[in-house]
């Protein structure tokens, strides 16, 4: 079966320092890959998409991912936080149907 | 452009009473779903839809019915309400040959069961 699974919970990172969240995946294949950001108490906006071509991807809020087909990974990384960045993070693979599998989300807290 | 549209933002139910979320999307959209959100646990998809006609389960979709009779409209409905539909719902859609123009969102539809 399709998964998706992120270990981290809960990630707290101080202002300006590096962040990576992960993401692995079960899939038979390489299925389109999505990270999405939600903002406490709004709706989802993607901050970037992996399909093929260059692993390294780069979204918005100076935000990138790599995709690493060896380790079925799908890592979100930012080299330096700002405190807007808290919220919670999903790590999304699409499959058939172009159905959305969601990860459990990492929340990030940024300490001043 | 308005996107996907869903309504009410907020709802309280009784246990026992039955309700529609409604959702429209004005970009001519194949594909639509239907998203419930609950805390520590992501989002897990309930019905969705490839084309007005055509809908099927999702991964939770007991206490949920879905229709599709239009390419804009798909509203998902609660017959029976219970505590454990106490949740964040959201509706996606995408055109089916262009995900790199990613998926829609609606802003959510918060329900509570009491």
């Known amino acids: 079966a399709q998964s998706v699974t992120q270990p981290d919970i809960h990630i707290t990172v101080s202002e300006g320092a590096s962040l990576e969240l992960r993401c692995n995946y079960s899939?038979?294949?390489?299925?389109?890959l999505f990270w999405y950001v939600q903002s406490p108490g709004q709706g989802l906006q993607l901050l970037l998409k992996?399909?093929?071509?260059?692993?390294l991807v780069q979204g918005i809020k100076g935000f990138e991912a790599e995709f690493k087909r060896s380790q079925s990974s799908f890592n979100l990384r930012k080299p330096s936080v700002h405190w807007s960045d808290a919220a919670e993070y999903f790590c999304?693979?699409?499959?058939?149907?172009?159905?959305?599998?969601f990860g459990a989300g990492t929340r990030l807290a940024v300490h001043p | 452009n308005a996107g996907v549209t869903q309504t009410p933002k907020f709802r309280i139910l009784k246990i026992g009473q039955s309700m529609t979320l409604q959702c429209t999307q004005d970009m001519n959209h194949n594909y639509m779903y239907w998203y419930r959100q609950d805390p520590g646990m992501g989002l897990k998809l309930i019905y969705y839809s490839v084309g007005a006609g055509i809908t099927d389960k999702g991964e939770v979709p007991n206490g949920y019915n879905v229709s599709r009779s239009t390419t804009e409209d798909f509203p998902l409905r609660l017959e029976l309400a219970a505590p454990s539909q106490t949740s964040v719902y959201f509706c996606?859609?995408?055109?089916?040959?262009?995900?790199?123009?990613?998926?829609?969102f609606g802003s959510g539809t918060r329900l509570t069961v009491v």
């Open positions: 996606a859609s995408i055109l089916g040959q262009r995900l790199n123009y990613g998926y829609t």
């Open positions: 992996y399909f093929s071509g260059d692993t």
């Open positions: 999304a693979p699409s499959g058939g149907y172009n159905k959305l599998i």
């Open positions: 899939y038979g294949a390489t299925p389109y």
